[in-house]
């Protein structure tokens, strides 16, 4: 069936719309760049100077009214997402929503009727990954997301491939980090979401939401939520005794005992940073350093095939094998095993532990996405007449994306309540 080209709009000019989504989906044939909302632009930072052929406007209102806009992209900050994805949808829009989905499970309900009630498809950024068999030990989720830009991270890929594989056995411990060494913020950032205490802002709406995210579609929702939020920079306390949110801590509570634990710091001066430590009856996994593709976009790469490597770790960063026998020092203190994703593996026979490598998985990069949007798009253009409203092909599915938003609200109340909560 021919398929045709969608008309994209964005919504917001930022970081988000020239890193994560306009290098990405320029490389798939079914979008085209037709329109940039920028309230404000300046010397340096003007959408028009950037892409003169794309039409420019003052406001989303304007935005939606063009009848040659198909889908909306929208790229603020999370306490606009809601009344802008509701003003898309009005306006019989296809939508896309930069992570957080929406400041609450509420708004994300009403999201999610709209789409319905107008039939149109309605996801979020957080990136799609397909779900896949797995040992029955302790059963991957496949009910939670079939497909967050998070989630084609290579880390996060094997990771998955480890529990797929039932590698290390029954999972008694989960650990996932996003932690930095930025004790202070840069002048002018105290203005930034990402640690303002306003609706979707703090740190666990920022690397939070990828973090619970992540768990989820590994493990499904948890029993029982336990969460610190607050702030580790003291010196940035407000005279009112308020705080910026830079950090967060969630115990998420499984059955069988296990805990899957999501950690944001902004104080953690080391080497290399802890991204995944994962720990199973038959063996661990520990990971070190972030996936490559957010710097390779920020660095001006694009995920096509005239910029090979996009997506793949430099080799010293991709896994270390190691013949030597375990020692309790050293995959903690070898700094050349720091930089590189172990496997330690129990020897069935005698008991005794082993490292060795475990190159990180590499099959899909973020680009996928919009690959897998373009295709929810087309089928929806071709669905029979009369057939019912089906969402249910988009990249991340908005109900999964509000699962999120629903632990975020739990943790809030338990940090608040410094108490377990039940989900």
């Known amino acids: ?30 979008f085209n760049l037709y329109a940039i909302v920028q309230r404000h632009p300046r010397p340096g930072d003007d959408a028009s100077e950037d892409h003169p052929e794309t039409k420019k406007y003052n406001t989303a209102e304007e935005l939606v009214q063009d009848a040659s806009v198909d889908v909306v992209v929208v790229t603020t900050t999370p306490a606009a997402h809601f009344e802008l994805a509701k003003l898309a949808l009005e306006h019989r829009k296809h939508v896309i929503v930069e992570k957080p989905f929406v400041p609450t499970s509420e708004e994300a309900d009403h999201l999610i009727a709209l789409a319905k009630r107008y039939q149109r498809l309605l996801t979020v950024y957080h990136s799609p990954l397909r779900s896949s068999p797995r040992s ?147 063996g661990s996994y520990k990971k ?21 490597g996009f997506g793949i770790e430099a080799e010293e960063r991709a896994g270390q094998f190691s013949t030597l026998p375990y020692t309790q020092s050293s995959p903690a203190t070898d700094s050349s095993i720091m930089q590189k994703g172990t496997l330690t593996l129990v020897n069935g026979e005698d008991g005794n532990l082993s490292s060795r490598p475990y190159p990180s998985v590499h099959t899909v990069n973020y680009k996928d996405f919009y690959t897998q949007f373009g295709r929810a ?26 699962a999120v938003i629903r632990l975020i609200e739990l943790a809030k109340q338990s940090s608040d309540e410094r108490r377990t909560v039940d989900v």
């Not at 910026?244 to 710091?265: I, Q």
């Not at 070190?288 to 090979?308: C, I, N, S, Y």
């Not at 087309?378 to 999964?400: A, I, L, Y």
């Open 288 to 308: 070190f350093h972030e996936d490559v593709q957010e710097a390779q976009l920020k660095a001006g790469m694009k995920p096509d095939q005239q910029t090979p």
């Open 377 to 402: 798009l087309t089928n929806h253009q071709h669905r029979e007449p009369g057939s019912s409203f089906d969402n249910s092909e988009v990249p991340v599915k908005p109900e999964d994306a509000r």
């Open 1 to 30: 069936m021919a398929s045709k080209t969608f008309n994209v709009g964005i919504i917001g000019y930022g970081l988000s719309a020239k890193v994560f989504h306009i290098p990405l989906f320029e490389t798939i044939p079914e």
């Open 136 to 282: 029955p030990e302790r059963p991957l989720n496949t009910n939670y997301c079939k497909h967050s830009d998070r989630r084609w991270d290579s880390d996060f890929l094997t990771v998955r491939e480890l529990l797929v594989t039932n590698t290390l056995g029954r999972i008694v411990d989960f650990e996932s980090h996003f932690d930095r060494y930025k004790p202070s913020l840069a002048t002018g950032s105290t203005k930034a979401w990402k640690t303002r205490p306003e609706p979707g802002g703090g740190a666990i709406y920022d690397l939070g939401s990828h973090l619970i995210d992540q768990i989820i579609l590994l493990f499904g929702l948890p029993k029982a939520i336990t969460a610190f939020l607050g702030s580790q920079r003291t010196h940035d306390n407000k005279p009112d005794g308020s705080y910026y949110e830079d950090a967060c801590t969630l115990l998420m509570h499984y059955a069988e005992g296990m805990t899957a634990t999501a950690k944001v710091s902004v104080i953690s001066p080391e080497p290399a940073q802890l991204r995944f430590w994962v720990r199973g009856e038959r």
